[in-house]
């Protein structure tokens, strides 16, 4: 896994971004379904982060400096976690940058209207890059891949909140993926 660059200039907002994750979505002390199905003591509950002004601007630049050099046109993700990262990273791409725009993918077809699995703004054949709030095995951002790559995409890596390294860099690289994350557990456990 490849920690997003932090560059002198953007150290300030690395700590400013963990310490919102730490006060709004850092829980731990009890035990916590993960979506890979195991238990943990520790849980980042990241749609307080995402749902903060602050955070929300803070993730979408340091998502941007991290995919800088990559030519994608589209962002997006598995919902729920991406919808939220996806927007705050096309808000942010307006201006100096290269507009970005994002997508969702559903965890299934709507079953009404045009029944779409990949959802908003999209191109059969497009390079993208798949974002995830927190990746503990990759299961949920490789459901995000593979339902793009049905559609031609090519995936250019994923980039992710908060990796709990259980296991989504191996599953990413057997896929040929990069992983890139802005933070990892170790970021936010006191040893």
């Given at each position: 896994m490849a920690l997003a660059r932090r560059r002198p200039e953007t150290k300030a907002q690395f700590d400013q971004l963990k310490a919102i994750i730490r006060r709004e979505s850092l829980l731990t002390?009890?035990?916590?379904?993960?979506?890979?199905?195991?238990?943990?003591?520790?849980?980042?509950?990241m749609k307080k982060t995402l749902f903060d002004p602050e955070g929300a601007s803070l993730v979408g630049e340091l998502i941007l400096d991290a995919i800088a050099g990559d030519n994608v046109e589209f962002v997006g993700g598995l919902?729920?976690?991406?919808?939220?990262?996806?927007?705050?990273?096309?808000?942010?791409?307006?201006?100096?940058?290269?507009?970005?725009?994002?997508f969702f993918v559903r965890k299934e077809p709507k079953g009404h209207g045009t029944n779409k699995l990949v959802d908003g703004q999209f191109r059969d054949g497009a390079d993208v890059i798949v974002l995830e709030d927190v990746t503990t095995t990759g299961g949920s951002s490789l459901k995000a891949v593979n339902a793009v790559r049905e559609r031609g995409a090519k995936v250019r890596k994923v980039v992710t909140i908060v990796d709990?390294?259980?296991?989504?860099?191996?599953?990413?690289?057997?896929?040929?993926?990069?992983?890139?994350?802005?933070?990892?557990?170790?970021?936010f456990l006191d040893h």
């Open positions: 002390g009890g035990e916590f379904k993960l979506a890979s199905g195991a238990q943990s003591s520790v849980f980042f509950d919902e729920l976690g991406a919808v939220p990262i996806a927007t705050a990273v096309c808000v942010k791409s307006v201006g100096a940058r290269r507009p970005l725009k994002g709990r390294l259980e296991g989504a860099e191996a599953a990413f690289a057997k896929d040929g993926i990069e992983l890139v994350a802005l933070f990892d557990r170790n970021d």
